[in-house]
Each structure stands twice: as structure tokens, then as C-alpha cells.
């Protein structure tokens, strides 16, 4: 049986489809009081929105996050949290020529060798749209780990033969947001 979970202690569970009605995930772990606000999820979802560049696609998404569950009064509660963004330019039926064809350089194969069904509306769960929800989970690991002192600084370091010369030590995340690849590199991002 294949699974939809990652973590142990800071859980989480991704669900939704490309072009069914949403895409989100529940935190489980989370500790309580948590002071986060709908707006840091939402600045992080903004990072990873579609159609900002020509290396995007195009599909105009607003991935305007939601908060179910495990929230009060800006803090988390301790219990499961529960994210969603629902989805808003589904088109399916652009898809329905390709229902009996698995699409090159897709992971439509791969998901339906996992399993054993085969959602064709944009590849279902197997589309990118699904990193929606590690991103809305990832953007509260964030503010806890910078609760706890712990900074997350993470850039391109290669496309292809292309290979940036990063400085760890002191690699800014205003240096990796400079430019549209998110590489701290700019002689090699452009």
C-alpha cells in the first residue's frame, strides 16, 4: 500500500488532485502556541505560485491557503492542522485526449504503478500542484525552527552542467530570491 505521509514527529499527510477540488495537507505534531499567521503561509505559498516566469506553468492558480483546523486566535492549538487551497482554473477535459496515453516527462507510468489507478486530469496526485501542501507544511516548520533559533537558507545549486558556486556560510535568502532560478549565484542564475 502506498502512502501519503512523511515525518515522524512533525507529521504530514498531502491530499487533493491537480484538477479536483483542492490540494492541502494535515500537520500533526505541530506544538501548541505556535504563534504563526495566515499571512507568513501565504507569503511562502506566493513563492511557489504559478505563472511568475516563463519557467512556470502557466495555469493561473491564486493558492490562497486556508486553515481548517488546529488554529486559534493566531496560534496553533496542538492539534492537527489542517491546510487547504482549493483550486480554481481546472480544466480536465485538456486532458482527455491524453486518457489512454502516459504523457513524456510525467509521472503518469509512475503513479499509476503505484497505485494501480490512473487519474488522467493532470496527472492527479503526480502533478506538481501537489507540492501546494509541502510548502503550506514547510512554511510553519519554518517559523517553529525560527522560534528555535534555526534559519533555512536553501538555493539552486545546479540545471544540467550549469553549477553554482554558493558561499553556505554566508548565503542570504535575499541572495537566492535576487533572481527568478532562486539561485544565490547571479553570474550563473542568468
Not at 495537507?25 to 507569503?43: K, R, Y
Not at 493561473?60 to 492549538?77: C, P, R, V, W
Not at 497505485?115 to 492527479?124: I, L
Amino acid at each position: 500500500m502506498a502512502g501519503n505521509s512523511f515525518g515522524q514527529v512533525f507529521r504530514i499527510t498531502s491530499f487533493g488532485e491537480s484538477h479536483g477540488e483542492a490540494v492541502g495537507v494535515v500537520i500533526d505534531g505541530c506544538p501548541a502556541g505556535l504563534e504563526v499567521s495566515i499571512e507568513e503561509i501565504q507569503a511562502e505559498m506566493d513563492r511557489r505560485k504559478t505563472g511568475q516566469s516563463d519557467l512556470t506553468t502557466p495555469r493561473a492558480e491564486k493558492d490562497a491557503i486556508h486553515i481548517l483546523s488546529g488554529y486559534f486566535e493566531g496560534k496553533t492549538t496542538g492539534t492537527p492542522i489542517a491546510l487547504v487551497a482549493y483550486n480554481e482554473d481546472v480544466r480536465s477535459q485538456d486532458y482527455e485526449h491524453m486518457k489512454n496515453v502516459y504523457r513524456p516527462s510525467h509521472a503518469d507510468f509512475t503513479y499509476d504503478a503505484k497505485y494501480g489507478f490512473r487519474d488522467w486530469r493532470g496527472s492527479g496526485r503526480a502533478s506538481a500542484r501537489e507540492t501546494l501542501a509541502r510548502v503550506a507544511a514547510g512554511a510553519i516548520a519554518q517559523k517553529y525552527l525560527k522560534d528555535q533559533g534555526i534559519e533555512v537558507v536553501s538555493s539552486v545549486q545546479s540545471v544540467g552542467n550549469i553549477v553554482a558556486e554558493l558561499d553556505l556560510e554566508n548565503m542570504q535568502r535575499s541572495d537566492v530570491e535576487a533572481n527568478e532560478v532562486r539561485c544565490a549565484d547571479s553570474d550563473k542564475a542568468n
